[in-house]
Every structure is written in C-alpha cells, then in structure tokens.
Nanobody
C-alpha cells in the first residue's frame, strides 16, 4: 500500500557528516508526520527528529544543533542532515510517516526498513 525506502547510511569518521533520505511511494493522498528514529541493539527505538505537515520541527536533545530534518512534500521525501557525528550516534535509523491514503480517510503509520549508520575511526 505504502512503501518507504531509505538511503544514505554508511560508515563515517567522528566529526563527519551524512545525509539520510526516505521516500514514500504507493497510495498517498497526504502525509502529516515525517520523522526519524534510531535504535541500538538491545535498546528501545528513540525519536531523533520529527516534522509535521504544519511545519513544526522537534529534535531529541542529542540531535539539537547537529542534525536537521527537512522535507520535500512534492516528492514525499524526508531528509536528515547529520553533522558533527559522534560514535554514540551509531545505530539503525528508521524513517516514520503518517499517511492518509484517501481524502477524509484516517492517517496510518508506516516505517522504513532501516539504514545502518556507523560512526567510527
């Protein structure tokens, strides 16, 4: 019905930068929330950055000042620009959308497949 495809993960040295992308395809009328979460093995998935269709943005304290979330609504795509990366940013990063398939329909949550980000020298 709706698929989210992520790209941009990889290995980067401490202090480096990466940009993640997540594009949605399928039956989409509107998207409200676009967000990025991350998860370390054995720990709970945590919110990194989020945005709403109304234009608000929010960030985890660990991401403030270093990460920037942006979205291209025409392309159904969300980005996460990550600068000044630290080893503790190492995790699998997941995108999360809430999607309305038809006008006046409910919004449903969808997750990307996850992309590994490793920060190491």
């Amino acid at each position: 019905q709706v698929q989210l495809v992520e790209s941009g993960g990889g290995l980067v040295q401490p202090g480096g930068s990466l940009q993640l992308s997540c594009a949605a395809s399928g039956t989409i009328f509107a998207i409200n929330e676009m967000a990025w979460y991350r998860q370390v093995s054995g720990k709970q998935r945590e919110l990194v950055a989020g945005s709403t269709g109304g234009g608000s943005r929010n960030y985890a304290d660990s991401a403030k000042g270093r990460f920037t979330i942006s979205r291209d609504n025409a392309k159904n795509t969300v980005y996460l620009q990550m600068n000044s990366l630290k080893p503790e940013d190492t995790a699998v990063y997941y995108c999360y959308f809430t999607v309305q398939n038809v006008r006046f329909g409910n919004f449903y949550a969808f997750w990307g497949q996850g992309t590994q980000v490793t920060v190491s020298s």
